[in-house]
């Protein structure tokens, strides 16, 4: 069975400061994996994706994942966090040949202080 | 383009009312998914559709039904609502790039709906 777990319900830095979430899977499959962002009272958009390839995927807004099969894990980084980065945060990974579905992590809100 | 969209906004029902969230998509996508968003739970799917006049229980289908007449729309229905169903609500769609299982691109989502249920 595939699934994703999400380390830390809430995370909060300061504006400047490295952002790191965190997203470890488990997939019987090589995964495809997936962050979405969702801002206050929006529908979620891709951050990012890994399929297949390059293991280090840059996303939109300066984000970035690596995909380390040997950890299990698809993290998420950012360099420097801005205000506007505040938002929460989903992992998920693509269920293989069901129709495209989506397992989702339970989300992780990101904080940031000026 | 207008993406994918959600009729309504937000919505207040009592106990026992019916009603219908309608989710339109103009990208011509194949598959559609109807999600509820609930604190400390992610997303959670209730249906989806693989392709006109074609829908499927997901992982939480009690007490909603699901309609796909037209490639473009996909519709929730909450025939007695309750408590219980008090949640944001999203839809999204995606396409298959190429003939492969596993060939699908990411999910687009809607902007939800806010369903109260008193």
């Known amino acids: 069975a595939q699934s994703v777990t999400q380390l830390g319900s809430h995370v909060s830095v300061s504006e400047g400061a490295l952002v790191l979430l965190r997203c470890n899977y488990s997939?019987?499959?090589?995964?495809?994996l997936f962050w979405y962002v969702q801002y206050p009272n929006q529908g979620l958009q891709l951050l990012l994706k890994?399929?297949?390839?390059?293991?280090l995927v840059k996303g939109i807004n300066g984000f970035e994942a690596e995909f380390k099969k040997s950890e299990t894990s698809f993290h998420l980084t950012k360099p420097s966090a801005h205000m506007s980065d505040a938002a929460e945060y989903f992992c998920?990974?693509?269920?293989?040949?069901?129709?495209?579905?989506?397992?989702f992590g339970q989300g992780t809100e990101l904080s940031v202080k000026p | 383009n207008a993406g994918v969209t959600q009729t309504p906004k937000f919505r207040v029902l009592k106990t026992g009312q019916s009603m219908t969230l309608l989710c339109a998509q103009d990208?011509?996508?194949?598959?559609m998914y109807w999600y509820r968003q609930d604190p400390g739970m992610g997303l959670r799917l209730i249906h989806y559709?693989?392709?006109?006049?074609?829908?499927a229980k997901g992982e939480v289908p009690d007490g909603y039904n699901v309609s796909r007449l037209k490639k473009q729309n996909f519709l929730l229905g909450l025939e007695s609502a309750a408590p219980s169903q008090t949640s944001v609500y999203f839809c999204?769609?995606?396409?298959?790039?190429?003939?492969?299982?596993?060939?699908?691109?990411?999910?687009?989502f809607g902007p939800g709906t806010r369903l109260t249920v008193l």
């Open positions: 559709s693989v392709g006109e006049g074609t829908t």
């Open positions: 997939s019987s499959v090589p995964p495809y």
């Open positions: 999204a769609s995606s396409y298959v790039l190429a003939g492969a299982p596993r060939d699908h691109n990411e999910q687009f």
């Open positions: 998920a990974v693509l269920k293989y040949n069901q129709g495209g579905k989506l397992i």
């Open positions: 990208m011509n996508h194949e598959y």
């Open positions: 890994y399929t297949t390839g390059a293991t």
